[in-house]
């Protein structure tokens, strides 16, 4: 007998967002980092510590590139030797930092160019945030662009779970694996993923993989099985992540029981302090 497995928008978004996390953390340990610890020596700047969002708390030569990449986030630009822009390590970076798999890359006043996806617009757009605003503008900006980024394709679904989740996994570049089936394999897998999404996500996979040298399934329904069994529910529970602030309040998505919340904050809570606090409770 065979079991009809379905890859709806949620499975597919979670998915991929598995395949991008796990790809992304080898890439981050293996080359970005020593990139960030040679910018960073070039820079000869002091630096700080800072809360360490999303994944990054999970070992330490992550938490070094988290910290070392937001100090590098907060430098004017007035304050760069020109230099600085010819290295090959900020030539990396910044060909990382600005990529359309962030969103939609803009020159700000930092080292850094700063991307804005859906979501970060509709939090300069929306007053006052909360859940149901925040979701409706996004999908609005998602759907009137041709925004192809990890969070743009979430806000395409409507779905806020879908949106907190992916927005964690991209904390450090918003300012902001492939899967395998087994060889034998008796299921069938039901393709429910809207167009619109399947399209862009083309976009983003395309991009990823040749970016990073990688090869993130595409997303099509021949490959259903594959984002099928990427999608763990189980790991975007607890998941926390700041999306705006206002005066000295932090405003943070975080999903409990796959179920969304938001909540303000006179300090930033990562994913690692608010999946501890559920655990206590």
């Known amino acids: 007998m065979t079991d009809c ?5 949620r499975v597919f978004l979670l998915g991929l967002d598995n395949m991008y996390r796990e790809q992304m953390k080898q890439c981050e340990e293996n080359e970005l980092l020593s990139h960030a610890q040679n910018l960073v020596d070039n820079l000869g700047i002091k630096i700080s510590n800072v809360p360490t969002e999303g994944y990054y708390h999970e070992n ?3 938490t070094e590139y988290f910290t070392l990449m937001r100090n590098m986030q907060a430098i004017p630009r007035e304050d760069i030797d020109s230099k600085i822009y010819d290295s090959d390590s ?7 930092t600005s990529s359309r798999i962030f969103g939609l890359p803009y020159c700000g006043e930092k080292l850094f160019d700063d991307t804005k996806d859906p979501l970060s617009l509709a939090l300069q757009e929306v007053r006052p945030w909360n859940i149901n605003n925040l979701v409706e503008v996004s999908y609005e900006n998602a759907s009137s ?17 879908n949106i907190a989740a992916l927005r964690e996994s991209v904390v450090l ?18 393709w429910r993923v809207d167009d619109i999404i399947q399209e862009r996500a083309t976009f983003f996979v395309d991009t990823f993989n040749k970016l990073f040298n990688a090869n993130i399934s595409q ?3 021949d490959n259903a099985g594959a984002f099928y069994h990427a999608c763990d529910l ?9 999306i705006g602030y206002e005066d000295e309040l932090h405003y943070h998505w975080a999903i409990n029981n796959n179920l969304i919340k938001d909540f303000w904050a006179p300090e930033i809570w990562t994913t690692e ?3 501890e606090n559920l655990t206590s409770t």
């Open 5 to 9: 497995r379905v890859v709806d928008n």
């Open 60 to 62: 330490r030569r992550l």
């Open 90 to 96: 900020y030539k990396q970076l910044h060909k990382i």
């Open 145 to 161: 662009s041709d925004d192809f980024s990890l969070v743009g394709l979430a806000a395409l679904s409507k779905d806020a779970t």
């Open 173 to 190: 570049y918003q300012q902001a694996i492939s899967g395998c089936l087994s060889s034998y394999d008796t299921s069938q897998y039901e």
């Open 219 to 221: 997303p099509t329904k």
């Open 234 to 242: 189980s790991k975007i529970d607890g998941r926390c992540v700041r």
């Open 273 to 275: 302090r608010y999946a």
